[in-house]
């Protein structure tokens, strides 16, 4: 098998893969409160990560870091996965995951637009008309349609999935001034980012697990998620000759996540989701056209 085609299919692993996790956020918090997700997810996560470090005998490459590496992956643990996942799990406790899903996709929209003060990119016209394409999917989305009326049904849902945009971007901008291993940066954030975690969940919940399909849901978001998927993603982007051959697989995601959603989750798929939907991933297309990106949206 040709490294293309292995790419093809890592890539389309990891999509289908980030697919079902809108549905285990939604599944998980019915067992559990977005703090304790956001715990026992994020342990897994580093202990799966950890893992397959070890098995890559990797590890003794990280440790010990430099005074400079571990001030760099706490500040970046702080933005991911502590407040990443806080704002985006709260977001999904307040909202059907079929609105949620959508507006967290547009965080490719927001790293645009944060590029600009940060990185001191410019934007041309067909960024700021993709841009407008894609809010305007999210008015849709967030209106269930009724645009006249302009009612959200949660405000603070809303807010915080499109809040959780803007966290990842950042994420995303300052990960481009580190230059180190992608599975060894991200497993050094996890690390440094578990205390901000723990105390977050110490203050604003507690430490239990009352039925263990909650604790089933968040080592599978961990696992999936933030591991498996993003190492397949990885692996794809490493044996590709071309990233553009594969980036694009990435808009398949949100259209199978409706799929998911309706089959275990139970939602009704509104029409004006979808419409929203497809607004939304024009609008980042048509931003993308000839520009590489980093992995895809949640």
């Known amino acids: ?5 292995k790419a093809y299919l890592h890539a389309l692993a990891a999509v289908l893969l980030w697919s079902t996790v809108a549905s285990a956020f939604k599944l998980s918090l019915r067992y559990l409160d977005y703090a304790q997700l956001l715990l026992y997810s994020s342990i897994v996560a580093t202990l799966f990560l950890g893992v397959v470090l070890a098995a890559r005998g ?10 400079r590496e571990c001030l760099k992956s706490a500040g970046l643990g ?44 410019r934007i041309g016209a067909r960024d700021i008309a993709g841009g407008l394409v894609s809010y305007v999917g999210v008015v849709v ?21 499109l809040g959780s ?16 291993d992608p599975a060894e940066r991200l497993f050094l954030n996890f690390v440094f980012g578990l205390p901000f975690v723990l105390i977050y969940t110490l203050v604003f919940s507690d430490i239990r697990v009352e039925n263990l399909l909650g604790f089933a849901g968040a080592a599978y978001v961990g696992v999936v998620e ?8 990885l692996s794809a982007l490493r044996l590709s000759k071309n990233t553009a051959k594969i980036s694009y697989l990435i808009f398949i995601s949100p259209f199978v996540s409706l799929f998911f959603i309706r089959a275990f989750v139970g ?22 056209v000839g520009r590489k990106n980093p992995r895809g949206a949640q």
Do not use: H
């Open 165 to 180: 945009t803007v966290v990842w971007a950042l994420y995303w901008v300052y990960n481009t001034k580190d230059d180190r």
């Open 267 to 288: 939602e009704e798929i509104l029409t004006a989701t979808v419409v929203g939907l497809v607004l939304v991933v024009a609008g980042i297309a048509l931003q993308r």
């Open 141 to 161: 989305i967030s209106t269930r349609g009724d645009l006249l009326s302009f009612s959200v049904a949660s405000p603070l849902g809303v807010s915080l999935a």
């Open 226 to 233: 933030i591991g498996v998927a993003f190492l397949l993603w």
């Open 58 to 67: 990797r590890l003794r490459r990280i440790f010990p870091c430099s005074r």
């Open 78 to 121: 702080f933005l991911n996965p502590f407040l990443y996942y806080a704002v985006l799990f709260k977001a999904y406790d307040l909202l059907p995951a079929q609105v949620a899903q959508p507006l967290n996709y547009t965080w490719a929209i927001a790293l645009v637009l944060l590029s600009i003060p940060i990185l001191k990119q």
């Open 1 to 5: 098998m040709s490294d293309q085609r």
